[in-house]
């Protein structure tokens, strides 16, 4: 079983940043794809950013191009999720995911194998 834990949430004013942490367990990290997803009140869980198992591809939803950066450090099983220039409409909850194998970066939340808690994330305006 595989363990993945969520930190780095917090409130932040709209246009500052934060940086998101997800640690996972299993000797095997560097063989999970990852990805982030995020819920807001009242909607449903929406995909955010994905990168697959060397770190090698990324792949983003359009509302975070250019201000989200994914990445991963295998040494630390750790990956990232790098904030910046937030918008009051980034405010979720922010969910980590792995999966158990896979080649590439997946953005369906239903390939995903195991999740993390979650951690929130608030903007004000």
């Known amino acids: 079983q595989v363990q993945v834990v969520e930190s780095g949430g917090g409130l932040v004013q709209a246009g500052g940043s934060l940086r998101l942490s997800c640690a996972a367990s299993?000797?095997?990290?560097?063989?999970?794809?990852m990805g982030w997803f995020r819920q807001a009140p009242g909607k449903e869980r929406e995909f955010v950013a994905a990168?697959?198992?060397?770190?090698?591809?990324?792949y983003y939803t359009d509302s975070v191009k250019g201000r989200f950066t994914i990445s991963r450090d295998n040494a630390k099983n750790t990956v990232y999720l790098q904030m910046n220039s937030l918008k009051p409409e980034d405010t979720a909850v922010y969910y980590c995911?792995?999966?158990?194998?896979?080649?590439?970066?997946?953005?369906?939340?239903?390939?995903?194998?195991?999740w993390g808690h979650g951690t929130q994330v608030t903007v004000s305006s």
């Open positions: 995911a792995a999966r158990a194998y896979g080649s590439t970066y997946y953005t369906d939340p239903e390939t995903y194998h195991y």
């Open positions: 990168i697959n198992k060397s770190g090698g591809s990324t």
């Open positions: 299993g000797r095997t990290f560097g063989t999970y794809p």
